[in-house]
Structure formats: C-alpha cells, structure tokens
C-alpha cells in the first residue's frame, strides 16, 4: 500500500511565519500578543496566519478572559511524522532490496 502525505497540510505548515507559530506553540500555548511579541509579526497578518492554521486542524483557540490562547494539536503532527515515517520505511525496504521498476 502506497503512504501519502496530506499535501494541504504540508501547504500550510511550509509558510515560514506558520512554522514558526507552530513551533513556538510546540512549548506553550500563547495568545495573540504573545505571538505578535514572539513573531515580530503585525497583529493582523498574524490573525490571518492563526485563520489558516485553525482551519487546516493545526491548532485549537482556548478563550481566557478577553484572551484567546491558541495551542498546538499534536496528532495532527503525529499523523504527518507518521506519513513520512511511512515514506522512509518504503524507501528503506527499496535500497535493501534493489527494487526498481523495469523500463
């Protein structure tokens, strides 16, 4: 059976700023200001990124006060490390065996 990998995920999370707020969100969960803090990025082109990345499943909002906090769903990294993790066991049972289709 083929592996693939969730291509829109990888869409998303291939943005430098994404990848950076998914990163910061890997070691806590933050709110906007922190993010804005943290980024260095303008607060409404980081609101549109936070857009993206709770649409595509990536992260959840908690509400505290006046404050949303995002954070980070693991399984949904969990499940793109499995996708390559896959990939890399298919690769590696092809070098072992020397497998290649004929031309």
């Known amino acids: 059976m083929l ?3 969730d291509t829109e995920l990888m869409r998303v999370l ?4 994404r990848l950076k707020i998914v990163t910061l969100l ?3 969960t933050l709110c906007t200001t922190h993010l804005v803090a943290e980024t260095g990025a303008k607060q409404t082109n ?3 990124h936070m857009k993206v990345l ?3 499943g990536v992260v959840d909002t908690e509400p505290c ?3 949303i906090y995002y954070k980070l769903k693991p399984e949904v990294l969990d499940a793109l490390a499995g996708s390559f993790a896959g ?3 298919a690769a590696r049972e092809t070098v072992e065996t020397g ?3 004929a031309c």
Do not use: I, M, Q, Y
């Open 99 to 101: 497998r290649k289709r």
């Open 54 to 56: 709770r649409e595509a």
């Open 46 to 48: 980081l609101s549109n």
């Open 3 to 5: 592996t693939s990998v």
């Open 14 to 17: 291939a943005d430098p700023l």
């Open 26 to 28: 890997a070691h806590e």
């Open 65 to 67: 006060g006046r404050f």
């Open 87 to 89: 990939l890399a066991a």
